[in-house]
């Protein structure tokens, strides 16, 4: 069976809702093993007993990590590698957003941040081992339009201590994913690892979790929604992209692109910064860089001048 066709084994964080539990069904719907990873226990068995129930594939797996705490990150990663011998598929689509109030994790960092931009760091480098054992591993990270709500990147404030909005915040963090996910195309080709594609996907306003959770801790989010519901897709709609950047063959090969909408997506040269891309990831080496360990050879690894690895 040719790689195009054979069953792939794919972990998809944030698929006990939304648009998640959608790419995990769509993705088990095709017949591969999928694991569906969540933050809450009865929610993350429930979403894959749902998945397994519309499919009839029972090689679904339900995983539990808070991946707000690098610690957490750490400990699911080890429990990834001590159930499977490698990793085709990698969605980084677990994401969060939070309120008017800044929010710091038991680890000390800003929730948002946490989630959104340092937990797939970790973990796309952490799993990096599973992946290059795969003949042709893909990592598809959710990033958002909303990359362009937070305004200017803060690099002497990563993570908002003296500049904190929500808007601010979300925007950022989906920035720096998206910075984080080119570093990583441009470090493995420049080590030169061929068998693992890296792409950022957006899914576009969909239907999740993540509205409920903002609106209930800022309020006056509610009439801004109210007046958006017309443009708001379904959450099967929002998983087309991640399933198409997954597994689809007309994408074999593809690398270091941003897609949304089941194409790829022109992005004004405004949002792009060298600097800024290896002052984010350097920034983020040394918070996680208690869970590193040997681990991974892109971390530690400094960038040149054109941000490629020296």
């Known amino acids: 069976m040719n790689d195009a066709h054979r069953s792939k084994i794919i972990l998809v964080t944030g698929a006990s809702s939304g648009i998640g539990k959608r790419t ?3 993705l088990a719907a095709q017949g591969h093993v999928i694991i569906m990873h969540g933050r809450n226990p009865r929610k993350t068995r429930e979403a894959r007993d749902w998945v397994v129930e519309r499919t009839g594939n029972r090689n679904v797996h339900a995983r539990v990590a808070d991946l707000s705490l690098m610690s957490e990150v750490a400990r699911f990663a080890d429990d990834i590698a001590a159930s499977f011998d490698h990793l085709d598929v990698l969605v980084n689509n677990a994401g969060g957003q939070f309120g008017s109030v800044r929010e710091t994790t038991a680890e000390g960092h800003e929730k948002t941040f946490a989630i959104n931009t340092l937990a797939p760091f970790l973990l796309t480098n952490l799993l990096l081992p599973l992946l290059e054992r795969s003949p042709s591993a893909r990592i598809v990270t959710v990033a958002s339009e909303s990359y362009r709500q937070g305004g200017r990147p803060i690099l002497d ?3 908002l201590e003296r500049s904190y909005s ?3 915040a979300y925007g950022l963090s989906k920035l720096y994913v998206w910075w984080l996910m080119r570093q990583f195309d441009a470090r493995l080709k420049a080590d030169g690892v061929r068998n ?3 792409n950022t996907v957006e899914p576009g306003s969909a239907v ?3 509205q409920r959770e903002s609106i209930r801790k800022s309020l006056w989010m ?4 109210i007046l958006w519901l017309p ?3 379904t959450a099967a709609h929002g998983a087309r992209t991640s399933v198409l950047m997954a597994t689809d063959p007309s994408v074999e090969g593809v ?6 909408n089941g194409r790829r997506k022109r992005i004004s040269a405004k949002w792009l910064s060298e600097e800024g891309e290896r002052r984010i990831w350097d920034y983020c080496a040394h918070a996680c860089a208690p869970y590193l360990g040997e681990a991974s050879t892109l971390a530690g690894r400094g960038t040149g001048e054109n941000g490629v690895v020296a």
């Open 157 to 159: 404030d990563i993570e």
């Open 208 to 210: 999740t979790a993540l």
């Open 166 to 168: 929500m808007p601010r």
């Open 255 to 260: 690398s270091g692109e941003f897609w949304g």
């Open 231 to 233: 443009f708001i897709r």
């Open 24 to 26: 995990a069904l769509a």
């Open 196 to 198: 693992v594609t890296v």
């Open 222 to 225: 509610l009439p801004l929604l």
